[in-house]
């Protein structure tokens, strides 16, 4: 059962276990945008082995943690984007739905967080996801390939990985029996 068709910025698109696409699989993709050229999302719970600091090396700066990129998605690969909890901003910072989480992407956020400037949770992502107009709404009521629920500071940030998707389909689950019975 779908509860809301009704995919916003803010949503989480989780993948159905029926999925049979490849890249999506097991996918937990957060909605960042809905716009009249379509939606555009990352994928949150995809971490590889490429490490941030790469990344900041090659804009001459130090990197003192160690952070792991995320798989956002397949198209415009070469963009990176921070995704962190709101009480943080930079100058390029868009909050995302109810604001349970921002996306910022510009050299300052690093400026700022080499200073130990930093957001209490942050992931970093490379890549995106993206759906032409009435292409996500078309998988969700005719390929059900999606559920989809609104995203949560406990999805996004307490667990990571397949326990991330496990998490969101269980959350999914919920949200429709509480609407069923309400």
């Known amino acids: 059962m779908i509860i809301d068709r009704g995919v916003t910025s803010g949503t989480l698109l989780v993948a159905s276990p029926t999925m049979t696409s490849d890249y999506f699989s097991r996918s937990v993709v957060l909605i960042s945008e809905k716009t009249d050229r379509g939606h555009v999302g990352y994928v949150v719970n995809k971490k590889t082995i490429a490490e941030v600091n790469s990344a900041v090396q090659n804009h001459g700066l130090e990197w003192p943690w160690q952070d792991f990129m995320f798989e956002g998605g397949p198209v415009n690969r070469s963009a990176m984007i921070m995704l ?5 901003a930079s100058s390029n910072t868009m909050r995302v739905g109810s604001a349970v989480c921002s996306i910022s992407s510009d050299k300052l956020m690093f400026e700022k967080m080499i200073q130990f400037d930093v957001p209490i949770h942050r992931m970093f992502l490379f890549g995106q996801s993206v ?8 998988e ?6 999606w559920l989809t629920t609104p995203a949560t500071s406990a999805i ?5 990985g397949e326990d991330q998707w496990t998490a ?6 919920t949200n429709a029996m509480n609407h069923y019975f309400a």
């Not at 962190?84 to 943080?88: D, I, L, Q, V």
């Not at 969700?140 to 390939?145: D, G, Q, T, V, W």
């Not at 996004?156 to 990571?160: I, K, N, P, R």
């Open 84 to 88: 962190h909890s709101p009480e943080w």
């Open 131 to 138: 759906w032409l107009p009435g292409q996500l709404e078309r």
């Open 140 to 145: 969700i009521k005719h390929n059900k390939s």
């Open 156 to 160: 996004l940030w307490d667990v990571e």
């Open 168 to 173: 969101a389909i269980d959350l999914c689950a």
